[in-house]
């Protein structure tokens, strides 16, 4: 399979719009733009990254994968059919999403995958609440994991299929590894761990540019903007210096600083970590990644 750019484009969630509000331009500094049923919020130069539609029964509503060409699009959809799964090309939804080409898809947790290229990138700079300098671009919106019921099933549709590759894993619980999968830059786009009793989207991954932004947010959160459920540590594999907020749709906000960046994926060579954390990350009942 040739080396495919695959990059977290954007994410769509249910909740409430006005605690997301708080949340979301309070703490990390995003840019809201408001609507009637949903919450946009812009973290660059895109039109969004992050969607909230108004919704007393909160959860993730949709995952959008960014391919870097319309070829390795179609590509991939070609795949999704091989293997039995769905690839429905909807241009209607494109255009709500602001994006110039979809396929919708669905991965084998049930999780709604909407792999796109060609989102809309504005005239119009992004301007953070907080001063918050969003590390994006090349490297993506960040990272999801998601906590699967059948791990080998979930690996099979994102790597075989989608076409993302392993970069390293860890092993989160007694014969059990969380697999972290590269798309280009970002050292993982998607994570994957199978924690018996525990399945569902688990947390999405922000990054900025200064070691400063994390800990001010981390001031706010401890100080109880919002419940902490890890606190400031830094990542093994990454390695990310983060923590995590629960969010008000129910799933972790992890907000991070200089997670790894890969140039040359090529060269990149698989390893297996002995824990998630080099230090702290404490409270959380499970700490992958
Ligand atoms: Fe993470």
């Not at 946009?40 to 895109?46: G, H, K, L, V």
């Not at 959008?64 to 429905?88: K, Y």
Request: aromatic share 10%; proline share 4%; glycine share 12%.
């Amino acid at each position: 399979m040739p080396r495919l750019n695959i990059q977290l484009g954007y994410a769509g969630f249910a909740g409430d719009m006005s605690a997301w509000l708080d949340f979301g331009c309070g703490i990390y500094g995003l840019q809201a733009l408001p609507g009637e049923n949903e919450l946009r919020f812009r973290i660059d130069d895109r039109a969004w990254r992050i969607a909230i539609r108004q919704s007393d029964t909160p959860g993730v509503d949709y995952i959008g994968l960014e391919v870097g060409t319309l070829r390795d699009l179609q590509a991939i959809a070609g795949r999704l059919r091989q293997f039995g799964h769905q690839a429905t090309e909807n241009r209607d939804l494109a255009k709500t999403r602001n994006v110039f080409h979809l396929i919708e898809t669905e991965a084998p947790d049930g999780t709604r995958i909407e792999l796109f290229v060609g989102g809309l990138t504005l005239s119009e700079a992004f301007v953070s609440p907080t001063g918050a300098r969003f590390v994006t671009g090349s490297a993506g919106l960040g990272h999801v994991l998601l906590l699967v019921p059948d791990i080998e099933a979930a690996l099979a549709f994102f790597v075989d299929v989608i076409g993302l590759r392993r970069t390293d894993s860890i092993e989160v619980v007694p014969g059990s590894d969380g697999h972290f999968l590269n798309g280009g830059k970002r050292h993982h786009v998607v994570a994957l761990a199978h924690i018996p009793g525990v399945t569902g989207f688990d947390h999405i991954y922000l990054e900025v540019d200064r070691m400063s932004t994390v800990g001010r947010a981390w001031d706010k959160v401890s100080g109880g903007a919002a419940p902490v459920a890890r606190s400031l540590g830094q990542h093994a594999n990454d390695p990310a210096l983060s923590f995590y907020a629960q969010s008000p749709s129910g799933f972790l906000f992890e907000y991070g600083f200089a997670s790894t960046l890969i140039d040359d994926p090529e060269s990149w060579t698989e390893t297996r970590w002995e824990s998630a954390y080099l230090w702290g990350g404490t409270f959380g009942s499970h700490a992958v990644g």
